[in-house]
């Protein structure tokens, strides 16, 4: 790459494409090597130690099989292709049902009964207590358990099927087996639990009402026997016994449906207060359709024929009671058929308009309604008949008629206990048999190897990571950094880039100066061929009459290396046989002195106040043709002193007596001498650091050399390190690091730098 050494290039605007290939990112990383390696390092370390103490988890699993409850044809789903959506929906609406509260309580309960059962604490985990602030282990309570089951226990539904996964995770193998059985036993009996839960309400109810009716017919057969004690036995006709019989008979069975009318009624109210809590609307909507005066009609036929029935096999004539009975049934059963099919007409006009949620809810509410209808007017009609038979009843004879009651009654209450305890045991046995829809498939096993931690994962996770922090932590790094680093960082700037000096080894350790004069020292070496590169674009930035002979050396900031290459490029020039002066005009802190080894004294400060004469001050260096003058004595107004009439005089000297002059000045942006010294000389080099002087400084400092002066020719870019750059840069390392046979040729070597 080659640059454009004439001043015109100043105001020449040059836009590279700012984009980077993978080798530049190689080298940026490269550039960072150290704290890379030290992230990695110690995120992998981290990991391998969290490997080898982290505690072995073990993991056990349960399977369940949750199938939907069938509810009736009218209930399903409208249409089939819905049908794996609300399947889905009631599944996970039972694994939210699994994550509750109350399951992992009881879960919570279960678990501590199986520590008293099984009596080996060492075999647990998760129930104690391992805090680190304290040393002893103690028993957590019910609800902390059930707290912590939140965090080990995972339910899931495996896709497109119906099978729930319980995994529990443990330290102990023994543990996670047992707390994911115990899980599952718990959710079915839960699930079973609220299947059957209209069943077992019904079951209570007439386990209560046997009770009651069982002492109630204690109480009257204690009576009877109290009567006869005192009375005696009275002997009741035939037809009076008769007549007891089927009163008695007419009110068991009426009380018995008074019995599971108030069992119905309390079951609908069980679901109506269920059903006011999604929509209050259908349960009032559902009462009036149960009060039809079609579906009335059928339920009067009915009751009356019910009635109708029992009379007929109360009376004693000889006629064929089973052919009468199975009449009464053909009529009872084709108008119960009718009864159904205008229910299911209902059911079809409900379902059209209900969510599928309440579908089985609505289903239910509607049949219980036009029960409990139906049980009342049986009751109506019952009541009737006892009615008309106690009329017949109160025309006994006086004298039998208390003990008539007594026997009435009791015969009652006999044959209301028979019926209500047939109908606890059919209860009973309703109850037991209703299945639950959960089934276990697969208990959980005693794992024998852990699941976690995969320890060679975790080193793996740990090694990318940590290289991925590294990585981060450079181009972060890169991106906020804002100091200069190649060349094409200045000429983004439309700002001229005469050359760029590489690294000087040996500069700045252990504060050793001894190769700042580099070109003196090693003139073979890669430093001394690129300040001979300057040397030449130096002189070719300007060609004709004006050749330059003054040429002030100035940096943005300090310590950017400003004095290391103005003693260069005038030992540069002197070994080019041209006679050279190297003045340290940087009068607030010179350092010309120390390069050359010699006192400070007498400087240009003491010749400029007429101390001293011209002669004292030049002193030669041990490079032919090259002299310095040191700063001298150091004034309390430096930039006076640089602007002043003996200052210009003695410049205008300088050039009839030297054909190159180089002055080492201050920093531009920290003082003003600079600026002043700018406007007095030829030509101005602008220095900057590579890594170190921040971008917006080296455009200010170049801002400030333009503003009162044209002499600003360019900058030279500084501890440039060649492996650091972009693009084509690298290849320069190359041609300079890259052995010879021989001497190679300089001028190719100048071509390229």
Do not use: C
Not at 407 to 413: F, H, T
Not at 517 to 536: G, Q
């Amino acid at each position: 790459m080659e640059f454009n050494n004439n001043n015109n290039n100043n105001g020449h605007s040059i836009n590279p494409e700012n984009t980077r290939t993978l080798k530049d990112y190689i080298n940026l990383v490269r550039n960072n090597l150290i704290p890379v390696l030290i992230i990695a390092i110690t995120a992998t370390a981290v990991s391998i130690i969290y490997a080898i103490s982290a505690k072995n988890i073990y993991q056990s699993t349960t399977s369940l099989k949750i199938s939907k409850p069938q509810g009736s044809l009218l209930s399903s789903a409208i249409m089939p292709d819905l049908g794996s959506f609300t399947d889905d929906r009631f599944i996970s609406t039972e694994i939210e049902v699994m994550k509750s509260y109350s399951i992992r309580y009881n879960v919570a309960e279960a678990l501590l009964d199986s520590l008293k059962a099984v009596n080996v604490p060492d075999k647990f985990y998760i129930i104690f207590n391992h805090s680190l602030s304290s040393n002893k282990i103690s028993l957590l309570s019910t609800r902390e358990i059930a707290k912590g089951l939140k965090s080990i226990v995972k339910i899931e539904q495996k896709r497109g099927i119906d099978i729930v996964d319980i995994s529990v995770e443990s330290p102990s193998a023994f543990e996670a087996a047992m707390i994911a059985n115990i899980y599952a036993n718990e959710y079915r009996e839960f699930n079973l639990e609220i299947n059957r839960d209209q069943l077992t309400v019904v079951r209570k109810f007439l386990a209560q009402q046997v009770n009651d009716k069982q002492a109630e017919l204690q109480n009257t057969e204690n009576l009877l026997s109290a009567f006869q004690a005192k009375n005696g036995i009275i002997a009741l006709d035939a037809q009076s016994q008769a007549l007891i019989t089927q009163l008695a008979n007419f009110e068991a069975q009426r009380d018995d449906v008074v019995i599971s009318l108030a069992g119905t009624n309390k079951v609908l109210k069980q679901l109506k207060d269920e059903l006011n809590q999604q929509d209050p609307k259908i349960a009032a909507y559902l009462e009036s359709v149960a009060q039809q005066s079609s579906l009335q009609a059928i339920q009067d036929g009915i009751a009356k024929l019910e009635v109708n029935k029992e009379i007929a096999l109360a009376n004693n004539s000889n006629i064929d009671k089973s052919v009468v009975v199975k009449d009464y049934d053909n009529q009872i059963n084709a108008l119960k058929s009718q009864l159904k099919q205008k229910v299911s007409i209902v059911k079809q006009g409900i379902f059209a308009s209900s969510p599928d949620e309440i579908k089985d809810l609505t289903s239910k509410i509607l049949d219980a309604e036009v029960q409990s209808r139906s049980l009342s007017i049986q009751v109506d009609e019952l009541n009737k008949l006892v009615t008309k038979y106690e009329s017949q009843f109160n025309k006994l004879p006086v004298t039998a008629i208390e003990y008539a009651s007594l026997e009435r009654n009791r015969e009652a209450a006999e044959k209301l206990y028979a019926l209500l305890e047939e109908k606890y045991q059919e209860a009973v046995i309703n109850e037991q048999s209703q299945p639950g829809n959960v089934f276990i498939v697969d208990k959980g096993i005693i794992p024998t190897t852990p699941a976690k931690p995969n320890r060679i994962l975790i080193v793996l996770i740990g090694l990318v990571l940590g290289l991925g922090l590294s990585f981060g932590y450079v181009f972060v790094k890169d991106y906020f950094d804002n100091t200069i680093k190649t060349p094409e960082d200045i000429q983004n700037r439309n700002i001229n880039v005469l050359a760029w000096i590489p690294q000087i080894e040996g500069i700045g350790t252990n504060g050793n100066k001894e190769f700042e004069f580099i070109v003196a020292k090693k003139p073979d070496s890669i430093p001394s061929e690129a300040f001979r590169a300057l040397r030449t674009r130096i002189q070719y930035s300007k060609i004709g009459n004006d050749a330059l002979k003054t040429i002030l050396v100035t940096s943005s900031v300090p310590q950017e290396g400003k004095t290391t290459v103005s003693v260069n490029i005038a030992g540069t020039f002197a070994q080019s046989n041209k006679k050279t002066l190297i003045i340290d005009t940087d009068l607030r802190k010179p350092r010309l002195h120390s390069i050359f080894k010699a006192q400070r004294y007498p400087g240009i400060i003491d010749y400029l106040f007429d101390q001293v004469k011209l002669e004292d001050i030049i002193r030669q260096s041990e490079v032919n043709n090259l002299s310095f003058i040191t700063a001298g004595t150091i004034p309390p107004n430096p930039s006076e002193m640089l602007e002043s009439k003996p200052m210009q005089d003695f410049l205008s000297e300088m050039r009839k007596r030297f054909d190159i002059v180089i002055l080492d000045s201050a920093p531009i942006i920290a003082v003003t001498d600079s600026e002043i010294l700018a406007t007095l000389v030829d030509a101005t080099i602008l220095v900057v650091s590579a890594e170190k002087t921040e971008i917006d400084l080296m455009v200010k400092a170049s801002e400030l050399i333009k503003k009162g002066a044209s002499s600003f020719i360019g900058t030279v870019l500084n501890n440039f390190t060649y492996k650091s750059g972009y693009g084509s840069y690298y290849k320069y390392y190359y041609y300079y690091t890259s052995p010879t046979n021989g001497k190679k040729s300089r001028s190719s070597t100048k071509a390229k730098v």
